[in-house]
């Protein structure tokens, strides 16, 4: 099968300082190389040293090379990708992880080999999604919601310790750490990586749609499914259209109040507005240069929010700075430096010349960017903070959609009064209930984090204060965060305030924002309010953040206190003052706002390479401390051997400074974890009483041979969707809701309400997660009518929870199906938003278009992705989804297929089949990607 590769005669030696390296020349290749975009470049290199002409073909070369002439025609054609490692987080990577052991299981059955089921690329596994903000303003907060997640997740994290223990070339990283792409920004980056002396560029897959950030930096890298991340952890390649390339042309400089987390808001609302989805975006420019990496990877990060697949700055001489000030080691630098500038992929934004062939170009000019939030309900409905006011009052009173609440006239003005700590207060539509500093967005940036504790300092010294009744916190995603906010000064005025630390996580961007209290909560639901969070996060869609904020707004760390003081989102703050004092002073924003010179003096003095050398030293340290058994993590990657303060460090056997702590929890862990004593067995000994980690059903009565495909006839339709039905829609992450199927289930299994924990925490449990499918309290089903968790049996009439309406088809034999409109699937990748309709009984999913990592995650769980032909909807085609369906589904299927699709009703309509390579259609014939990889292995044997 496979062969020598076709390319080898491009391999050159390369010395570097007197070392000697080898590389592959691409340059050699002709001018068409030079044409190229600079994320295309690294594509074409993963295919040259990878060929073999099995997996990757040297006639995919010849694709790659030949992108612009392709791009010209219009034509589409499907490429391997082989990244060169994986990062998942826990969220996703604990069914990943559940995947692998039931995968083994499934090996041994068919006899092979279970020990083949292994990762055989470098897989980091980053535990962040845990945490939840159960308690804040209080000193110890931190403490208590590590406690609380350690004992709501013991479960969890014996099973993720077991498979650190059990699997080769995964690293897992216990909780406290800090949030995966922060972690990977700060340290898993190598840029170019050194395998035995060879070089080539860093590349990535990850199973969170954020994983884009890392794009900051120089390295190509995005989300994935949860299934789709695990074929290639198993050495698999990506399976992917060559995408177009936007080149989006910044220019000019930002002014003195506009923060990256402007910029990025921008950029989001206008990527939106081109239609960018499953497409590369490149950033190029003289602008670039004045965007610092922290800047680039904020706007790397909100990819998936403005739809591309990467948002892609190239590598230039500010991201060689970024690797010293992150306290790469000099020889690593040098040698990222050189092969960068060997092969062309080093950058010069200045530098016209450099501009490479791109399929459209937009531009930005900085200075055109002023102060915004996003909100209330998507990520890119930006509005400029001057225009808040206006903007959520007419929010108000549209008729429901993304940007109304339908509210009534008589209802516009309602305000309810409660008490809160034996003080009284009183609610209003646009009041502020959580102001939360949380995410990698913004939390990996010094800029805005800096500011956010300058604006802070100058509050408190004014003698402003927040109301005590807002959920107020502080989760960086970095140890790093809190030593250079210490340092600075800061963190006694944001603790003021009640922003304290409360842990190193995704917390309340991925919706842990814990409970609010209860006499807000009955205030919130006696008046009918409209409250708001307002984040730093990434994501707001509704019922994401928390039950009782309906409207939820992104912003900068410094606006997410700004409003916090002031209490509402409906304020105008170049007109009212944020707060009054005793004395009848009026202190407005543009009072205590820092100037972008101040916040670069302050974090040109307080983030140093030192913050970072900890990370490198301790890491270094496992290197040659690990058990015999345990896998090297970095097999090609050399940390620096770095002391700190000149002293010894761990490396050298000499005490640990305080500065070195930062990242210690990477290795050794916390107690917690220390204590926790995991099976070492090859095969996971399941635990039927556990109502965390179950083995999954998907590979129940497998064999070695193809399954037979049958016809889709007769079904039934579960949901009649509308427009951008999220992940979070079809698969919540938030808490249980104490009246669903999934918390039914948990109290027959004996837990308490406060025991029932998130669906995010239990997605190991595929019980759990099958009946929190579809849901999310905020879902609108057009058989309702409003939203509700619910659908309407269709044969009965009876209106039920999905998961019960799901039971009762079962019990028939009834197939089922999804309508939907645009969008469908859009949000964070889950796994679980493919599983569970899959446990569901669902076929196949007739929408008008969806999101790029979903509908691959669909074809990864065996179900039809189909489309309508385009200019059709159910609506134009007069279809209500109570109609009975045949689908026709050929034995002989290519990829784009038009099918027929038929109704008892008499309507017949052609629909695109989305499988979209032919490799998705060999895993659909396989009944999905797990089960081919499981046959797959089974047969080495």
């Known amino acids: ?173 216990p909780p406290g750490s800090g949030i995966v792409h922060q972690v990977n920004l700060e340290y898993l980056a190598r840029v170019c990586f050194n395998k035995d002396g060879l070089l080539y560029p860093d590349s990535v897959v990850g199973t969170d749609s954020h994983t884009t950030m890392i794009n900051g930096l120089g390295v190509v890298g995005w989300g994935v499914g949860g299934i789709e991340a695990e074929a290639v952890m198993l050495g698999q390649p990506i399976s992917m259209v060559l995408p177009q390339v936007v080149g989006y042309k910044i220019t000019g400089a930002p002014g003195p109040h506009v923060t990256s987390t402007d910029v990025v808001l921008t950029i ?98 900085l200075s055109t960017v002023v102060p915004s939030l996003s909100g209330p309900k998507r990520p890119h409905d930006r509005v400029a903070a001057s225009d808040m006011k206006t903007d959520f009052r007419a929010c108000l009173s549209n008729p429901v959609g993304f940007k109304g609440y339908g509210l009534p006239g008589d209802k516009m003005d309602t305000t309810m009064p409660f008490t809160f700590d034996n003080k009284e207060y009183v609610l209003n539509h646009g009041s502020v209930l959580i102001a939360a500093i949380t995410s990698c967005t913004n939390t990996s940036n010094p800029s805005v984090m800096l500011g956010a504790g300058m604006l802070a300092k100058k509050a408190v010294e004014a003698g402003l204060t927040i109301a005590p009744y807002i959920k107020t916190s502080l989760s960086p995603g970095s140890g790093v965060v809190t030593y250079y906010l210490q340092e600075s000064g800061v963190i006694p005025y944001l603790e003021t305030l009640g922003f304290g630390v409360v842990g190193y996580g995704c917390m309340t961007c991925i919706g842990n924002s814990g409970p609010l209290p209860e006499p807000v909560v009955e205030a919130v639901e006696k008046g009918d309010l409209v409250c708001c969070g307002v984040l730093s996060g990434n994501r707001n869609f509704e019922g994401r953040i928390h039950p009782h904020t309906q409207a ?104 640990v400074s305080p500065h070195m702590e930062v990242y210690a929890k990477i290795t050794t862990g916390n107690p917690n974890w220390n204590k926790l004593s995991a099976p070492s067995s090859t095969l996971y000994p399941w635990d039927t009483s556990s109502t965390y980690i179950k083995s999954p059903p998907f590979f129940a009565g497998m064999t070695a041979d193809l399954p037979a495909k049958r016809p889709i006839k007769s079904a039934q339709v579960l949901l009649n969707l509308g427009d951008s039905v999220t992940t979070d829609h079809i698969s919540p992450a938030g808490s249980i809701p104490r009246n669903s199927p999934a918390a039914r289930y948990l109290a027959s299994r004996g837990l308490s309400p406060r025991d029932f924990n998130s669906f995010g925490s239990r997605r190991g449990n595929d019980a759990v997660m099958a009946r929190g499918t579809f849901g999310n309290i905020r879902i609108v089903n057009k058989f309702i009518g409003k939203a509700a968790p619910k659908t309407v049996h269709i044969p009965s009439g009876t209106t039920l929870d999905v998961f019960d309406a799901a039971q009762e088809y079962s019990g028939a034999n009834i197939d089922l199906i999804i309508l939907a409109g645009k969008d469908y699937g859009c949000g964070s990748s889950r796994d679980w938003a493919a599983k569970g309709p899959f446990l569901l009984g669902i076929k196949a999913v007739i929408a008008e278009s969806y999101e790029r990592i979903h509908r691959s995650n669909l074809v990864g769980m065996g179900i ?62 396989h009944g999905g990607i797990l089960n081919y990889m499981v046959r797959k292995v089974a047969a080495k044997q």
């Open 1 to 173: 099968m496979s062969g020598d590769n076709p390319f080898e005669y491009l391999k050159e030696p390369l010395e570097i300082n007197g070392t000697s390296h080898t590389f592959y020349n691409l340059p050699a290749l002709g001018p068409k190389y030079h044409q190229l975009p600079f994320s295309i470049r690294v594509l074409l290199e993963s295919a040259v040293r990878n060929c073999d002409n099995f997996q990757v073909l040297k006639t995919d070369v010849d694709k790659i090379l030949n992108w612009a002439e392709t791009q010209a025609a219009g034509v589409s054609v499907e490429v391997p990708f082989r990244p060169s490692r994986v990062v998942l987080q826990d969220f996703t990577g604990v069914p990943a992880v559940v995947d692998f052991a039931a995968m083994r299981d499934a090996v041994k059955s068919l006899g092979g080999n279970p020990e083949d089921i292994n990762p055989v690329c470098p897989s980091d596994l980053v535990i962040d999604h845990s945490v939840q903000v159960d308690v804040s303003r209080a000193a110890d907060s931190q403490a208590q919601n590590e406690a609380l997640e350690f004992q709501r997740n013991h479960e969890r994290f014996l099973f993720l310790k077991w498979g650190a223990q059990a699997f080769q070339n995964m690293l897992i990283v």
């Open 268 to 365: 989001t609302k206008h990527l939106r507005q081109v239609g960018v989805v499953g497409k590369f975006v490149e950033f190029f420019g003289p602008g670039v240069v004045k965007l610092s990496i922290a800047d680039r990877a904020t706007i790397a990060n909100m990819c998936p929010e403005y739809g591309a697949t990467v948002g892609f700055f190239p590598v230039d001489s500010r991201s060689l700075d970024y690797l010293r000030q992150t306290s790469r080691d000099e020889k690593v630098i040098a040698y990222v430096q050189k092969y960068m500038e060997t092969v062309g992929m080093l950058r010069d934004f200045s530098s016209s010349q450099q501009d490479p062939i791109f399929s459209s170009v937009h531009e930005l000019d």
């Open 552 to 655: 939820n707004y992104l912003a900068s760390p410094l606006f997410v206190i700004a409003y916090a003081i002031a209490g509402r989102v409906d304020i105008d703050f170049e007109t009212e003052p944020l707060g009054v004092l005793d004395n009848g002073k009026e202190v407005f924003l543009r009072d205590i706002w820092p100037s972008r010179d101040e916040i670069q003096a302050v974090e040109t003095k307080y983030v140093i390479p030192a913050m970072f050398q900890c990370a490198h030293s301790i890491l270094d340290q496992y290197r040659h401390t690990r058990p015999a058994t345990a896998p090297d993590p970095w097999p090609s990657y050399q940390p620096a051997r770095v002391q700190s303060h000149g002293g010894a460090g761990p490396a050298a056997g000499g005490p």
């Open 864 to 925: 039809v992705p189909l489309q309508y032909e385009e200019g059709q909807t159910a609506d134009t085609l007069g279809l209500t989804g109570k109609e009975k369906y045949d689908i026709e589904i050929p034995d002989i299927l290519t990829p784009g297929m038009k099918v027929t699709v038929s109704t008892d009703t008499g309507k017949q309509f052609t629909v695109v089949t989305r499988f979209d390579t032919d490799l998705e259609l060999t895993y659909y014939k």
